[in-house]
């Protein structure tokens, strides 16, 4: 960093490319922590442990799993960074239990004159509270101390239901669930909901075989040859996807958290996602719903909604409120820009926040108006990083100058 800084380049640091923007781009250097791996110190009284910067989360949830150590909460997919993860405000769906970057209690940030800054509630609040989604705008993370706790079980119901009677329920799912979410497949009335709690046990994972039919087989491989043809011949989506529907069958299992709240994704695909108000969702996934059927879209993967309660974090899209997350994918090299358009202006209309990592068109002044301390955000990146050592066009977008 102090040799970066000394020729005048800028410095972005990269994780594994899960984003879909452009958000650790740059035209200096690029710095890959793939080496900077592993668990730095753990403290089972404190109930913390301190990873990493480049630890991906397969990495850390087994190196957890290994000490009967878990995290509370986690997205749907491992191969994140966790640095990576934690910077874009990667979630995953929770009554009480929020984001990973909410399970933060403490940060190491090389800063852009090369200076090591670690920050907590205690140590540089302000830079903390900022930095749990910094989007790689204040620094380069080196490490982070995240909560743990005494590893659990989790037993996990996946269950279609009709549309009908998830959005009747929804408010009910989530309240009497501590996990819930769902998949709505656009051309039908099914959804494929999953409910996972907290189990006394005793563990009762899916058989081998049977995870790798459903998972390997079913929701990657014969998925992505659905995908793959309704690319190529759009008619087929709508046959094909209540012909899915009718396919999908319950399950219920009990596994350590990793297990349970994370999934194989092998089909390539797009991603736009908007955090809205919790109360908001329904409307506008009926909106949506509309705007497939009178545009006559052809959307051959399903609309995934979650929850999560309301945070602390500046730039957390759950900052301030209840908040429901409504993500639409279109498949790899199938058309996206009217459906990701329609979507992005029903979820505006909304006060949507678009997650940091996920392809949208919101600029720094739409920004500023949806999140309340925007401009503490901005102060600190002005205090850390006044020459926008750190910065690229990403950014400039989504921050300003």
């Not at 749990?132 to 204040?138: E, N, Q, S």
């Not at 990701?340 to 940091?356: K, L, N, S, V």
Request: include cysteine; glycine fraction near 8%; proline fraction near 6%.
């Amino acid at each position: 960093m102090a040799r970066a800084a000394a020729d005048g380049l800028k410095v972005k640091a990269v994780g594994t490319g899960h984003s879909f923007t452009a958000a650790a781009a740059t035209d200096g250097l690029l710095i890959r922590p793939e080496r900077l791996t592993g668990i730095r110190s753990a403290d089972r009284a404190a109930g913390t442990v301190t990873v990493a910067a480049g630890t991906t989360l397969r990495q850390l949830n087994r190196a957890l799993s290994a000490r009967c150590l878990s995290l509370t909460n986690m997205g749907d997919v491992m191969e994140q960074t966790v640095s990576g993860a934690v910077s874009t405000g990667t979630h995953g769906t929770g009554r009480d239990s929020a984001a990973i970057s909410a399970q933060i209690r403490g940060l190491e940030l090389v800063t852009a004159d090369g200076s090591v800054l670690t920050c907590s509630p205690a140590e540089h609040p302000e830079v903390f509270d900022a930095a749990r989604v910094g989007l790689g705008a204040l620094g380069v993370i080196s490490a982070i101390t995240f909560a743990v706790e005494p590893e659990f079980l989790l037993t996990a119901r996946e269950e279609p239901m009709s549309y009908g009677r998830v959005t009747a329920e929804f408010d009910a799912l989530v309240a009497e669930n501590e996990h819930f979410e769902f998949f709505w497949f656009p051309h039908t009335e099914t959804c494929l909901t999953k409910r996972n709690n907290r189990s006394a046990g005793p563990p009762a994972p899916l058989h081998p075989a049977q995870a790798w039919v459903s998972d390997e087989l079913v929701s990657n491989g014969v998925f992505g040859a659905v995908c793959a043809l309704g690319r190529a011949v759009p008619a087929t989506v709508p046959p094909l996807a209540r012909l899915s529907g009718r396919a999908l069958s319950a399950r219920t299992y009990t596994d350590v958290p990793y297990r349970v709240f994370t999934s194989p994704r092998r089909v390539r695909f797009l991603e736009m996602e908007y955090a809205l108000p919790r109360e908001a969702a329904l409307p506008a996934l009926r909106e949506l719903r509309a705007v497939i059927e009178r545009r006559r879209l052809r959307i051959a993967f399903p609309v995934e909604v979650r929850t999560a309660p309301s945070d602390g974090i500046p730039l957390s899209t759950a900052y301030g409120r209840d908040t429901a997350y409504l993500a639409v994918h279109v498949y790899r090299g199938a058309p996206h820009r009217e459906y990701f358009t329609a979507a992005e202006q029903i979820m505006t209309a909304h006060g949507g926040r678009p997650h940091w990592g996920k392809l949208h068109s919101r600029d720094a002044a739409y920004l500023a108006g949806v999140y309340p301390r925007f401009g503490e955000f901005t102060a600190v990146r002005d205090r850390l990083d006044p020459h926008r050592v750190f910065g690229n066009d990403y950014l400039r977008r989504v921050l300003g100058e």
